[in-house]
């Protein structure tokens, strides 16, 4: 359930409009409601700031249907990820206002209470580069999950040290970006390339792409766990999403705190949350600090 909703809900209660059953019965499922086979956790969002993502790999399309529906009808918006084309075309079919990122295999349809922001409203800007072509469904996965979150996104493909000129010469636009996204295969050495050109942070996501001795990805992820370069954080292989999801936390926090506010987990985490009044109060300073800058 998204924090607008809820708030919506306590006020009606509030005004009179609203009887307690019927308030109860709305949160009902607050804060998981099992189906089936699945178990939705809907508090997700008012704990984390995003709602709970539908990994599709291993499910049923009827699973992944009722999952959707059912988080939908929470005003969750929904970010469904290894999405198979004929799932996926499906999805977009029966649920109005779904995309489809072919590429990245995933599929993101917007709750119906909560409007998509304007360009200049996003929460944050963050930089999705790839080493090669051959990267492009990672890094695609990271894109759509950075924008479902409400992030501007830009791509920098093709950019790998074979040509390193490449990358050099869009340092502007590493300094510009609030996060960085380095999606590469092979040896793995673009995201510590990128770090030592920005002190932006640099999700560093390693892919299978290469030949035999790349393992599978093993080699890249080596590579990106053993850079010099200060700054580099590295997920799984081949995991886009996250890589994605990590920098868009970042660039969400950025944009709060230049907006002198604070994220919602900070701000109205209630007594007994396990967010204390210290943590309240720091992170009040760090968006003055931010907002004086």
């Known amino acids: 359930m998204q924090t607008e909703r809820l708030k919506e809900i306590l ?8 009887g307690v059953e019927d308030a109860l019965s709305l949160l009902r499922h607050l804060p998981f409601e099992s189906v089936e ?18 990994f599709c790999g291993g499910k049923t ?15 969750e918006p929904v970010l469904a990820t290894r999405v198979d084309p004929g799932v996926a075309e499906r999805l977009v079919k029966r649920f109005s206002g779904a995309r489809h990122n072919a590429p990245g295999r995933a599929v993101f349809i917007p ?28 890094a695609e996965e990271a894109c759509a999950t950075a924008e479902a979150m409400g992030c501007r996104v830009e791509r920098l493909f093709d950019v790998g040290i074979a040509g390193i000129h490449r990358v050099i010469s869009q340092r502007q636009r ?4 609030d996060a960085i996204v380095a999606v590469a295969g092979m040896e793995g050495a673009l995201p510590g390339v990128v770090a030592g050109l920005t ?11 290469g030949y035999g001795a790349s393992f599978g990805g093993l080699a890249a992820l080596l590579g990106m766990l053993n850079s010099c370069a200060s700054g580099v954080t590295v997920v799984n292989i081949d995991n886009g999403f996250g890589g994605g999801y990590a920098a868009a936390l970042i660039a969400r926090g950025k944009a709060l705190a230049s907006r002198g506010a604070a994220p919602e987990s900070a701000r109205e ?8 009044r210290d943590h309240r109060a720091t992170v009040a ?4 600090k931010e907002r004086k800058k």
């Open 269 to 276: 985490a209630p007594r007994g949350s396990g967010v204390t």
């Open 111 to 138: 709750a119906a209470r909560v409007g998509r922001k304007a360009p200049g409203e996003a929460d944050g800007l963050v930089l999705v580069v790839s080493a090669g072509t051959s990267d492009l469904p990672v």
């Open 174 to 177: 590493l300094w510009d970006a």
């Open 11 to 18: 006020a009606r209660v509030k005004k009179g409009e609203l």
């Open 37 to 54: 086979e699945s178990t939705i956790d809907h508090h997700r969002s008012l704990r984390c700031g995003y709602p709970e993502v539908v």
């Open 199 to 209: 002190d932006r942070p640099v999700i560093a996501v390693p892919t299978s792409v």
């Open 61 to 75: 399309e009827g699973q992944i249907v009722t999952i959707v529906e059912r988080m939908l009808d929470k005003d």
């Open 285 to 288: 300073r760090r968006a003055g």
